[in-house]
Nanobody, 115 residues
Framework: QVQLVESGGGLVQPGGSLRLSCAAS????????MGWYRQAPGKLRELVAT???????TYADSVKGRFTISRDNAKNTVYLQMDSLKPEDTAVYYC?????????WGQGTQVTVSS
């Protein structure tokens, strides 16, 4: 059974940084494309970043140059480094495979950017 557990969220001021972690069990993250997604209040869930099995990365235009997705194969964990955070980055952040699998969604981690 696959379980993805997100952590690292919190309250941060605009311009600040956070690093999110996604610890996986029941699957080996390096064998699949993985993604970070987010859902802001009243909005649909959107894809933020992906990392392929070869470690190729892609980013949504809204976070390009500010966010970095990475992976630690030894820890079976995917990360999202978020810098220069903006209020519009406020959302619950989730990780999943890319494309996502319906039964892989975890609880997510709340990121709030506010002064």
């Amino acid at each position: 059974q696959v379980q993805l557990v997100e952590s690292g969220g919190g309250l941060v001021q605009p311009g600040g940084s956070l690093r999110l972690s996604c610890a996986a069990s029941g699957m080996i993250v390096s064998r699949y494309s993985m993604g970070w997604y987010r859902q802001a209040p009243g909005k649909l869930r959107e894809l933020v970043a992906t990392i392929s099995g070869r470690a190729d990365t892609t980013y949504a235009d809204s976070v390009k140059g500010r966010f970095t997705i990475s992976r630690d194969n030894a820890k079976n964990t995917v990360y999202l480094q978020m810098d220069s955070l903006k209020p519009e980055d406020t959302a619950v952040y989730y990780c999943n495979r890319y494309p996502s699998r319906a039964n892989y969604w975890g609880q997510g981690t709340q990121v709030t950017v506010s002064s």
